[in-house]
């Protein structure tokens, strides 16, 4: 039984590590070579519609809840400790999607949850057109969660045809 729950931790754990690795490291990266003030310096990637801008983030998304870091970086942890109960008890973790989906999650929730305990705000850097500027830890979240809306996805059109199957019979 213990080596099936380890089995379980050992995905999530591992992609977590990586995704909070890969977003500390860009935004050190980014801080050294764009800083140390934001907003002045650029590097255009794609014209001037995509392109790498060293940014401080005290709020959420769209630059919601601005300056309220503190009460955030409690919210991103009762938001964590949430996602691990529910991976322990109402997510189908043995599958490796939602494995990898909990991981990106996980990580890149810690990974804002570092920049915010150490610095006071979020590093962003990616600035793509109107759209607010984000980081790695903001995409790992966004892309596990697209991760698991597809693994519902997948296993709602899976019991459909289960079912059809029986009603045909």
Not at 53 to 65: C, D, M, R, V, W
Not at 89 to 112: C, S
Not at 151 to 168: F, G, H, W
């Amino acid at each position: 039984m213990k080596s099936l729950v380890q089995a379980r931790w050992i995905t999530p754990i591992l992609v977590a590590i990586i995704a909070v690795a890969l977003d500390q490291a860009s935004k050190r990266w980014i801080v050294a070579t764009l800083g140390p003030e934001p907003m002045t310096k650029f590097i255009p990637l794609i014209g001037e519609d995509i392109r790498l801008a060293y940014s401080h983030n005290t709020g959420i998304a769209f630059s919601l809840f601005h300056g309220k870091s503190d009460i955030l970086t409690i919210v991103a942890l009762v938001i964590i400790t949430g996602a691990i109960y529910l991976y322990i008890t109402q997510l189908p973790n043995r599958r490796r999607l939602i494995q990898i989906a909990m991981g990106l999650i996980l990580g890149g929730a810690l990974g804002n949850v570092i920049d915010r305990i150490r610095l006071g705000y979020v590093v962003d850097f990616i600035q793509v057109g109107w759209f607010p500027i984000f980081n790695l830890a903001d995409s790992a979240i966004t892309v596990g969660a697209a991760l698991l809306m597809l693994q519902y996805a997948l296993d709602e059109i899976a019991l459909r045809r289960v079912r059809q199957a029986m009603m045909s019979q």
